[in-house]
């Protein structure tokens, strides 16, 4: 059986909005075991996927109109979210965890593993991006409440940006409106990381774009991404008419 390192959904949806989820999956490709070598306690964590996030994606493509694109394996595998020479983009050690699958892993099978499985994902990601001249893209990640042997965190959704904020400012000024949200600029992470995959295909391009990431405890249930998806939605549409002509 073939293995697809993406799933588009909604392709033919017409509307300015591109969904992205590079972290959707914590799937580890046949070829390469399954599982790293770790063990599954791990592979349910944080640093194999975003929990949540994919189907906060899926329901904002739905209330957008919007296509959705998804990645089919681990951040662990290789990261859809890093530039090519960025020196994270295979992980051996993450949040405390040694990836036994990577520990060895040398320039050939880094090779490899980008051929397989990110370049195809970013192909398909470029595609979709060139399909309208006005092409709003919107990165959807979710973030542990707390990594270990430091504080918790107290944002309940963060919004990241580079100097391109035409959409971020505006979004960020709607979300802090609302009086049960605790709302981070550039939190838990910086807003902007050459190379990644906003760069690549928001900013290099000049397209309006922005970065999500909630907390995944609050994301844990089918209910609770479909709630977070239709909530956001609304405010993104708003958030896109304060955009300068």
């Not at 996030?53 to 890093?82: E, M, Q, T």
């Not at 979004?171 to 995959?197: K, Q, S, T, W």
Request: net charge neutral.
């Amino acid at each position: 059986m073939t293995f697809t390192p993406y799933t588009i959904e909604g392709q033919s949806r017409q509307s300015r909005w591109l969904i992205t989820c590079d972290h959707a999956t914590n799937a580890v490709p046949p070829d390469l075991g399954g599982d790293l070598g770790l063990p599954a306690r791990d592979m349910a964590r944080h640093i194999a996927y975003d929990p949540g996030a994919a189907g906060v994606a899926r329901a904002l493509g739905a209330a957008l109109d919007a296509p959705v694109i998804l990645s089919n394996f681990s951040r662990l595998v290789i990261d859809p979210n890093r530039g090519e020479d960025d020196p994270t983009v295979l992980m051996r050690l993450y949040d405390g965890s040694i990836i036994p699958g990577n520990r060895h892993a040398d320039a050939a099978e880094k090779e490899r593993r980008l051929n397989a499985y990110h370049r195809p994902y970013h192909a398909a990601l470029a595609e979709l991006a060139a399909r309208r001249s006005d092409t709003t893209i919107v990165a959807v990640h979710s973030f542990t409440r707390q990594l270990r042997g430091r504080p918790p965190r107290p944002w309940h959704i963060g919004i990241l940006h580079a100097w391109d904020r035409r959409l971020s400012d505006p979004f960020i000024a709607l979300l802090e409106a609302e009086r049960d949200l605790v709302v981070g600029r550039n939190e838990p992470y910086p807003g902007h990381l050459p190379g990644d995959a906003v760069d690549r295909h928001g900013l290099q391009h000049g397209r309006n774009n922005t970065l999500i990431e909630i907390r995944n405890d609050l994301i844990e249930t089918e209910t609770a991404q479909l709630q977070w998806g239709q909530r956001l939605a609304p405010l993104l549409e708003k958030a896109a008419t304060h955009i300068p002509a």
